[in-house]
């Protein structure tokens, strides 16, 4: 199978990048060092290639009402409010995720969506289905390419960089987003969200523009950065990854994403709803927590959690070395009355780990014990 590759490509050959099969894409894992790139976002900058992410615009004069129906958080909190975001999951009739999401709205009538690329199919495959008869017209936006610049001094970094470009930018808060030069053939949609922990943009310009931001941005002192360091970083941040932390067979309410679950207005029947309204009227068996492993170890996902004189048991979701910490943490499904301490069976032991509330570390700083 040949892999696709981001329009970034070239440059990354040229700042020796080692390339491996991401999901069916040829992506920088590191450029040398996976640790050293973790702690370059964590104390100065770095950027990620995150153009295989799919970006999708929605325009239409029911896309408001098609949204408040097709995500579990409430769309009418950015509604009238241009470059607002908003974080959900999209569920299956039965409370599944079919993916978790951030929604921005732009104009009157047109909101962006990005998606996972992992779920790329099935999330348009969904999307095109609920549409029906409404007025509502789906583009899937491949014509267009994504940067995130992470890190305490991403933005001053980024703004050095392009220039007037991003200069706007300065004045955004966290989760809004706004047009640069919009309807130029140097437009840029900048966000400051991202998937680490840390300040930052997410850039999204032109294929034809990307390399040339990258090499700008380089060139200006942010650290090219690979997908290693960027899980590593979300961990730290508790920030979920799809296909690990939930999915399809797994509520967000069991998945540490209740709060994005809005049931404030009883009229919205977004899908999902009833399967979710169920679940809470019988009780939830598990919950989400954050792991330390108490001694030497590496927490995986898959492991098994055992809790003191509790027949049910848990499951580690993700789990790696925390650079910043210097201790194995992870994301673990337990059951609800789990308390303080617990059991992770890793190979023949069953060794030790703290219970804690993610996440384990937020713009630079440790927040657990």
């Known amino acids: 199978m040949t892999l696709k590759e981001t329009p970034i490509i070239k440059a990354h050959q040229d700042m020796g990048a080692k390339l491996v099969d991401f999901g069916g894409w040829n ?16 104390k100065d900058a770095g950027m990620f290639d995150v153009c295989h ?32 975001a908003l974080y959900s999951c999209m569920l299956n009739d039965e409370g599944g995720v079919i993916d978790d999401l951030i929604t921005y709205a732009m104009q009157d009538a047109w909101v962006r969506v990005i998606v996972n690329s992992s779920t790329r199919k099935k999330d348009l495959a ?80 032109a294929n034809d523009q990307a390399e040339q931001m990258w090499r700008q941005l380089a060139a200006a002192g942010v650290h090219p950065c690979g997908l290693g360091a960027r899980d590593t970083l979300r961990l730290e941040a508790g920030m979920n990854l799809y ?7 797994q509520s ?10 809005d049931f404030s207005n009883d009229k919205r029947r977004f899908i999902g709803r009833s399967a979710l309204e169920k679940q809470k009227e019988q009780g939830i068996n598990y919950k989400f927590v954050g792991l330390i492993l108490k001694g030497k170890g590496v927490l995986r996902a898959h492991q098994q959690v055992l809790i003191e004189n509790n027949a049910l048991t848990g499951e580690l979701t993700s789990g790696t070395f925390s650079p ?13 009355d789990a308390e303080d301490t617990c059991l992770v069976a890793i190979r023949k032991k069953q060794l030790e780990a703290k219970i804690v509330k993610l996440p384990f570390v937020r713009n630079g700083k440790v927040l657990v014990d």
């Not at 992506?27 to 050293?36: A, E, K, L, R, W």
């Not at 296909?243 to 067979?249: S, V």
Request: with cysteine; glycine share 8%.
């Open 27 to 42: 992506m920088p894992i590191h450029y040398g060092s996976q640790i050293d790139e973790h702690h370059q976002v964590r």
């Open 243 to 249: 296909g690990n932390d939930m999915d399809e067979t």
């Open 324 to 336: 910043t910490m210097q201790q194995a943490i992870g994301f673990a499904r337990v059951p609800t």
């Open 252 to 261: 967000p309410l069991e998945s540490g994403l209740s709060w994005t679950v």
């Open 53 to 84: 992410m799919t970006i999708v615009d929605l325009r239409g004069c029911e896309v408001n009402d098609y949204l408040a129906k097709l995500l579990a958080n409430d769309v009418a909190k950015i509604i009238g409010k241009p470059g607002k």
């Open 126 to 205: 969904w999307m095109r289905s609920q549409i029906g008869n409404m007025a509502v017209e789906l583009n899937e936006r491949d014509d267009l390419a994504m940067i995130a610049v992470q890190g305490p001094n991403a933005r001053e970094l980024a703004a050095k960089a392009l220039g007037d470009d991003i200069d706007g930018a300065q004045a955004l808060k966290p989760f809004n987003a706004l047009l640069i030069n919009a309807d130029s053939d140097k437009e840029r949609f900048v966000a400051r969200t991202g998937y680490t922990g840390e300040d930052g943009y997410e850039i999204v310009c």
